[in-house]
Every structure is written in C-alpha cells, then in structure tokens.
C-alpha cells in the first residue's frame, strides 16, 4: 500500500465521529496533574530531557527565522553565507551555535534587508523576483 498524501482545510474541517468526540470530552474534564501522569507513562511520546529541551530552544527560532523567510535550508546556507552542514546540524540540534553565529542569526532575523545588503545579496534576490 502506498503512502495517502491529502491537504487539510482548516476552513472547512471534516466532522469528528462520535468516538472522537467521546475523547474530547474525556480530555475536557482531565485535571492538570493526570494530563502530566498520562504523558509520563506514554511509552510512544517520552518526555523531553532538559537537554532535548535546551537542543530545541536553539534550533526552533533558526527555523522559523529561515521558514519565515521562504527558504530551504540550501537557498538560506547560500544566502547568509553559512555553511549547509553546519544550519543542519544547527536545525535538529546535534551542534549548538557559538555566541557569534547565534547574535549573526538574530541579526539576520531582525534585519534582513542589511544583512543582504552588507553581504551584497541583495542584488541576486531582486534579480529572482
């Protein structure tokens, strides 16, 4: 059997049947501390460490920096001159960034357009638009 792709329409969401409805209602009336006890014996979804967590608060702005501005990861590593292995590694957190790469990623995201400039790329997008 081969993989079903379809896209979702949040506008007009398909009804839940009664089962799922039945699991909303159960979710509903879940105190906070069963919620925490039903996902700490979830064997399928463990609970982030605190390392898995610090990974991720790195690697989650880098991607939304590079997605809100419409790029792969290969059109961003080009762009702001940064080597592609090294966004990778960046994006699913198996490197954390030096204090320098990080404050070039946050001034990438702040000021993109002087960034361009500085780095005279700012040619090459007009060109692509």
């Known amino acids: 059997m081969g993989t079903v792709r379809y896209t979702l329409d949040l506008a007009n969401p398909s009804p839940l049947t009664e089962e799922q409805k039945a699991d909303l209602a159960r979710l509903d009336t879940m ?8 996902a700490l014996e979830d064997p399928d979804n463990p609970p982030f460490t605190e390392e898995e967590l610090e990974r991720l608060s790195i690697a989650a702005p880098i991607q939304l920096t590079r997605r ?9 590593a080009a762009r702001f001159h940064i080597g592609l292995a090294r966004l990778r590694d960046w994006e699913q ?6 204090s320098a790469a990080l404050a070039y990623l946050k001034v990438i995201a702040r000021e993109t357009d002087a960034v361009l400039r500085a780095l005279g790329e700012e040619e090459k997008i007009e060109a692509a638009e």
């Open 31 to 38: 105190t906070p501390e069963e919620i925490e006890r039903n």
């Open 93 to 98: 957190g198996r490197y954390k960034p030096d």
């Open 68 to 76: 809100g501005l419409g790029l792969t990861q290969e059109e961003f």
